[in-house]
C-alpha cells in the first residue's frame, strides 16, 4: 500500500504541476491581452476619433461664425444709426428678421454651447433697440411735459398780469 501511493503521489505531483503551470500561463496571457493589447487599441482609437469630432466642431463654429460676422456688424450699424424719431417699420422689421436669424442659428445648433453666443447677441440686440427706444419716448415725454410746463406758466403769468 505505501509503494503504490508514493508512485501515485509523485504522478499526482508532476499532473498538479502542471495543471498549476497552465493555469498560471492562460491567465498571464488574458491578462496581457486584456491590459496591454485590447485596451491600447481601442483607447487610441477612441482619443484620436474624440479629438477629430472636437476640430470638427471648432472649424464649423468658426465657418458658421464667419458666415454671419458680416450679419452682425450689419445689425449693429443699422442698430447705431437707427433714429427713433423716425418711424421706420421697414428698417425695424429688418433688424427683427437679422436678429431671429440669429436665435435660428442658437436653435440649430443646441447641442454645441459655443453658438450659445448667437442667441445672447441676439438677445443683446433686442435690448439695445428696445432701450433706444424707450430711452427716446423718455426724452420725447420729457420735452412733452417741459413745453405744456411752459405753456403753463406763461398762462399763469398772464393771468396775474391782467
Known amino acids: 500500500m505505501g509503494k503504490s501511493k508514493a508512485t501515485t503521489t509523485s504522478k499526482e505531483k508532476i499532473i498538479g ?3 498549476v503551470l497552465m493555469l498560471f500561463l492562460i491567465t498571464t496571457g488574458v491578462c496581457t491581452y486584456i491590459l496591454f493589447e485590447q485596451d491600447m487599441n481601442t483607447q487610441f482609437v477612441n482619443s484620436k476619433r474624440d479629438a477629430m469630432d472636437k476640430m470638427g466642431r471648432v ?5 458658421v461664425q464667419s458666415e454671419y460676422f458680416d450679419r452682425l456688424t450689419i445689425i449693429d450699424d443699422r442698430l447705431n444709426s437707427i433714429n427713433p424719431n423716425i418711424k421706420a417699420t421697414q428698417l425695424k422689421g ?3 428678421y437679422n436678429v ?3 436665435k435660428d442659428v442658437q436653435s440649430k445648433y443646441r447641442h454645441d454651447l459655443r453658438f ?11 435690448m439695445k433697440l428696445t432701450d433706444k427706444e424707450c430711452l427716446f419716448a423718455s426724452i420725447k415725454n420729457i420735452d412733452l411735459f417741459k413745453s405744456e410746463l411752459d405753456d403753463c406758466r406763461s ?4 393771468y396775474k398780469n391782467k
Open 17 to 19: 504541476l502542471i495543471y
Open 59 to 63: 472649424s464649423l463654429f468658426r465657418a
Open 94 to 96: 429688418d433688424l427683427y
Open 100 to 102: 431671429g436669424v440669429l
Open 116 to 126: 450659445k453666443i448667437f442667441g445672447q447677441l441676439a438677445r443683446f440686440y433686442e
Open 155 to 158: 398762462g399763469v403769468e398772464a
